[in-house]
């Protein structure tokens, strides 16, 4: 059943390296909570106490608008397939903007993305796993090409105009401060 640790361990990093999948939960004190799926692997272990990864441009910002107020993230990764598992770190996140100079340290663990808007670079301070055996089996069919293909096509100005349209608050109406870090 659930144990839980103060570090990553390295059957932690293998078992995160094999997901596809990960699941970001954020909240300021007073907006919704917001749960959102990544993939697209861009996600990178920096170390044992040290993880980040990549965001790319989509329909909202929460988790940008909720970290700059409130920097608490719970980051999930569930097996879908083989031994069950739900593995948590529980941590602290920082925004990385273009503009801001930890950019240029830490793009290089990510492989290029077109839409690249921010990137969460996290202290856990607890990884917890629990067993998931409720969590159901699901065959991994490949990655889908269509948020890429869709920043692509719209370049740098049509990413930044969308930002400009789409991405500036959240539902809630927190700003994400994302053109004045965009650089």
Known sequence: MGQRFSELSQSHIQFIAEQKIFFIGTATGDSR????????????????????????????NETSAHVQHDPRMTIMFCAFQDKPLIL??????????????????????FKPFPGARQIFDV??????????????????????ELLNDWARAKGEEGIRRYWE??????????PTHILAKAG
């Not at 948590?88 to 663990?109: F, M």
């Open 33 to 60: 909570v917001n749960v959102s799926p990544k993939g697209m692997d861009s996600f990178a272990v920096l170390g044992s106490n040290r993880v980040a990864w990549l965001n790319v441009t989509g329909s909202s």
């Open 88 to 109: 948590r770190l529980y941590g602290t996140a920082k925004v990385i903007h273009r503009a801001d100079p930890e950019w240029e340290g830490l793009i290089p663990c």
């Open 123 to 144: 202290a856990v301070d607890l990884v917890q796993t629990s067993c998931g055996m409720a969590v159901p089996c699901f065959d991994y069919v490949g990655e889908r």
């Open 165 to 174: 349209e789409k991405n500036q608050v959240s539902i809630d109406g927190i």
